[in-house]
């Protein structure tokens, strides 16, 4: 199919617009949104699907909206060799032309209804539906890969270029055999469905069979056990049997014997009595030994105790005596002493009460001293307190000095000086204001005869001779203010020595140096007090001496008082100084303090002479004494060891007289018994009857051994002990019998023999079953895997014609790398570009709209040679790729137009300049 | 027979039932039936589930008409020669039933123990169960101790006391016996493959044979009954195993049976009545084209009591596809109307033999023809897996065309 034009006329937007399309090659059509680009395709398919009297709503949708128009459509195009002019019109004065040139030249026309049938029979004669739905590609669709499968053109085309045929008759067996193999296992190969069930059911119904089996195989065993239990137990018992045989035959044989043991034990029990009497004889034999030994010794070693006695006796009382005449002495040395000790305390006690005295000597003097010192600290202090003058006011009444002058001197040089003088008798009058008659003197209210005065005139000066003349002076304008001046320096002056209490400048200087120096005085006592203080208040010790010495307080002296007044100087111009001056009532009292003579000191001197012969005369009487103890200690100690040496050596004396006395009495007792000479022939008459019962007793020994009666009691004995092991041996054999025979009944109820055969029943039947269906699995896997094997093949060798074909034109815009694999349904599914081979899902966006336009290019490659080609259209398209792949995009399309037509829509003209040899329309609005 | 008149009052004091053999008794023979190898209990794998309830059910029945036999011949007492029960260890449910099938034969039973019911330590006959519900007419002979079952006839057994017998497990019975008294006849009841028929395979010691005939000959036993051979075997004239009252096994030769045995004087007669109702068929069939696939077809649906008959079909040949389906659609419709039938897996080599116009019957091209074509190759080299999935593509494809 080829199209050649398209005519819109009231169709949306489009009021009437032709296009024509180049019939090979590559056109792109380019238009603004919305000037119906889109509506071209659209007009093709609905030119052929709707028949003009259609009242579908894609038909009304066409109209353009608030028109009452008809929708009208002319395509012109070649269809299966024919040349078709095929218009039709919708809604209003519907009508449908169809104008068909064959190839030979002949002209044919319908009208109405048979012209839509002609076109459509031909459309679908010439026109595969599933081709013509893959090359073209709407607005959005640019993305899809095609799955080009079913389309019949490309088919024929395959199977001619790869000599393989489509398989299709073989499409139902496929589908059996995988429903087949699905029946029986996954996808992935593993048992499924009632296969795998079946798997599972049999080792179910194994472990069944072998759990039954297992519990019969135990009573099989049971079985087993209890038969050989049984065998064991009657060989036992039998064994038994004999054997308790042979213990009644031990008894018998014992019985004979036991006559001979009891004579044997009756010899056995004199031979030990014998034996006894024996011992008695020679015990008593060795006791009397014994005694007269004890009693020659202990004789002996009484005599020489007793001598030792003596001996410790005297000795010790001769040391009791040295005790004693040690013990006089000492006394005599301790009474020496006592006496030497009183001397030393009564020159002690001498020596003390003088050096008391010599330090109340001392300690009155200070406190006289101190006494003054306080009076001057005193007046020193009274006198600061007065004194109100400091440098800082002296300066200031420098000050104030020297304005005052400098007021007068400036009034003076300003003001008129008028000097008056009485000449006359005539009475003089002065008066006026503003007088000054100089360093303030009083201006006078008349002059004395003779009398002048010069006056600064500062105010009016009146001058008058009463009755006679009046002159009258003023001063001119500045004078007042000078005045003031003055005024002003004098006022200040006197403030200042008000403030200060002070006369005049100079009282106030002489006044600052008497503050200095009672200021000196003033540290210079404080310092002697501190000195005089140091070791505490003197007056505090003088009274304790006092007391100690017991010295009678008596009056002070009046000249004493009267030393104490201050030796101030009067200040002049200080006003009342002294007036508040008052003595410290605070001050120690010494009114009733009568100080004693000094002492002499060389009666102290003789004193402490005396003290040191008297201590020297105790310690040389201390020294006898130690020596005295010494010696009475030394006494005492050898009286105590000789006392006690007499006191043991009296003890062991005694002693020793006990034992003899107590072993001479044992002997006597001894011989009362049995006298000595008597107690030899007794032990040898013992020892013969000794030798005579065992004479008796090696006899019937021999009788015993001779009837083996010893080993008798002790086979007998085994026998029993052998009898007592196999009844328990027994006892055990018959408790396991039973006890197996008891589970063998249990068993029995169980019905276990038909549990292990209904479970082998079971087991075979399933597995009958299991191995039937695994044949038919088997079989089913077999067949899946041979078929899709061969299928694979083919269709890989099928699918190449149109993989090669996409390959080819992919190496041109992707490089030689380039490689595709395509699915059953001919789509591309995997992709591979340097090596790297993805699933086309996995691609971008760009790649994978390039490899759909590729392939369709491809399919319309491949079938491009026959009748059944069709119009390869993309609506816009290449929405998604970079410049360098719009230019090798754009080679291809191009090249894509060298054999068949390729259309393209677009608003973006630019995605296409790439486009070799295209075609460009443009649809204007 | 100088014991029979005494036989009334003997009987009367130990069984509660039999006045009609006793009658029986009174002529100048006596009849008994001799019956072994029941083995209640016993188990087929082959028959499954529902024929296994069936087939168990059926030995029972057996069973009941020994008691309608004995009432119908007059015998006096059933004797039971071993493997009463197929273990020790059955059910409680079998013992219960077995013993109800009992009562339904109203002369006295002895029943011996066999291999299968050794009177071993837990053996099912000291059991309380059957202790408990044992019928009072039913004795088991658990010693070698001669016992006059009704007058003039003495029964001796040598029931087997292990499984695993050291020695002629006949011996114990009749070794230490002296000659009958006069009058009195006297059956040994023996369990036991003969030395002289099992051909050295048995792997317990034998009866012998010889000393069977020897003990005859002087008079001292008048009838050996034996049990342990499923087959109802005449050794001499008065050594018999019955064999079993129902088949167990396809290979057995006549089984089914219980033997009418009566003694007069000097003679003996001994006839075999069945009893057994079920079947067991071992076939072989030649399978190589439709003809042969027919004669199996007839053969199967000439078989009468189809649904009392296990078949064990053993078949070898090859078959076109088609065939090969057909005979597979044949085996498994019988199997639906047999008890049971079997493809006897050890002789069964029947292969699909394809050929070119079974494929191309098929009319496939492209991959699904080269895949079968490569199956059909690998099967005709030996593989057998590739046998059955030829077949099975055959069939898929046939069923998709």
Known sequence: MRLHSLTLRNFRGVKDRTVDLPAIGTTVVVGDNEVGKSSLVEAFALVFDFPDDSKSTRIRDIQPVGQDVAPEVTVELTLGGRELAYTKRWLKNRSTELSIVDPDGRRQTWTGREAHNEAERLFAENVDPVLWQTLMVGQGQSLVLPTPADAEPLITAVTAESGTPVDGASMPLVTAVEHEYLRYWTRGGRPHGEYAKSAAVVATAELAAEQALKAMDEVVADIRRAERLALDLDDLSSRLGDHLKSVEDLRERKKATDEILLRRDSIRSRAETARARLENHTRTRLERERLLADVERFTKADAELAERRTDAETVARKAADTVHTAEAALAEVVELKDERRAQVQDAERLVSLLMDRAELDRLTGQQAELVDVRVRIAAAGTVLDGIKVDDATVAELEDARAKVVEARAALAAGVPEVLVRRAGAEAVELSGTGLDAGSGKKVPGSLAEDGEIELLVSGELVVGVPGQVEVKVRAGGEAATLRARVDEAVRREKDLLKKARVKDLPAARELLRKGDLASAELQEARRTERSLTAGGDPAERIALLAARLGIVEGEEPAEERESKQPAVEAVPGQMSLFEQFEPDENAFDFEDFEVPAPMDVAELAVAQRRLEDARSELAEVERLLADAEFAAAQARKAADEDRSEAQQARARAELAGERLTAAVEALEAARAVLADEDVDSAEVEATAEVESVLDELTAVQEQVDAAGADEVAGELADALAVATRLQGERDVLRDSLRTTEGRLEQSGRDGLATRRDSAELDLAAIRAEHESLKRRADAARRVYETLGRHRAEAQTKYSEPLQNRIEALGRSVYGPSFRVWLDDDLAVAERELDGARLRVEALSTGAQEQLAIITRLAISHLVSTGDSSVPVIFDDALGWSDKGRLRDMGALLGRAGDHGQVIILTCMPERYEHVPRATFIKLEA | ?401
């Open chain 2, 1 to 401: 027979m100088a014991g029979i008149p005494g036989v009334v009052g003997v009987l009367v004091g130990w069984l509660s039932v039999g006045r009609v053999s006793v009658l029986t008794a009174m002529n100048d023979s006596i009849t008994f039936l001799h019956s072994s190898d029941w083995q209640l209990g016993m188990m087929r794998r082959f028959l499954g589930p529902d024929g296994q309830a069936r087939w168990a059910q059926a030995r029972l029945d057996a069973v009941m008409r020994i008691g309608e036999v004995a009432n119908q011949t007059g015998a006096a007492f059933v004797v039971v020669t071993g493997d009463v029960f197929e273990h020790n260890q059955v059910e409680r449910q079998t013992i219960l039933r077995a013993c109800e099938a009992l009562k339904r034969i109203e002369v006295p039973v002895v029943l011996l123990p066999g291999n299968h019911d050794a009177l071993e330590p837990g053996s099912l006959w000291t059991s309380s169960q059957w202790l408990g519900h044992a019928p009072e007419h039913v004795k088991v002979v658990t010693d070698t101790l001669p016992l006059e079952i009704v007058p003039g006839v003495e029964i001796v057994g040598a029931p087997w006391r292990s499984r695993r017998p050291v020695s002629d497990p006949a011996a114990p019975g009749y070794a230490d016996l002296a000659p009958a008294p006069a009058g009195t006849k006297r059956i040994l009841l023996a369990h036991g493959q003969l030395t002289s028929l099992s051909g050295g395979m048995s792997d317990v010691p034998t009866i012998d044979q010889t000393s069977l005939e020897a003990a005859v000959t002087d008079g001292r036993l008048h009838y050996i009954g034996l049990g342990d051979r499923h087959s109802t075997t005449e050794v001499t004239d008065r050594i018999w195993f019955s064999g079993t009252q129902e088949v167990t096994a396809p290979e057995e030769t006549h089984p089914g049976n219980v033997l009418k045995v009566t003694l007069t004087a000097d003679e003996i007669e001994v006839e075999s009545i069945r009893v057994g109702a079920w079947h067991m068929v071992e076939h072989h069939a030649e399978l190589y084209d439709e003809e042969s696939l027919t004669a199996l077809e007839d053969w199967f649906a000439e078989l009468p009591e189809k649904e009392r008959t296990y078949v064990r079909l053993a078949a070898d040949g090859s078959l076109p596809l088609p065939l090969l389906s057909r005979l597979d659609a044949m085996v498994d419709a019988q199997g639906e109307v047999f008890a049971s039938v079997e493809r006897w897996a050890k002789f069964w080599t029947v292969r699909p033999a394809p050929d070119a116009a079974d494929l191309d019957a098929l009319q496939l091209s492209g991959p699904a023809r080269a895949a079968m074509e490569e199956l059909r190759q690998a099967l005709a080299g030996g593989d057998e897996g590739a046998g059955a999935a030829l077949t099975l593509m055959h069939r898929l494809a046939r069923d998709a065309g």
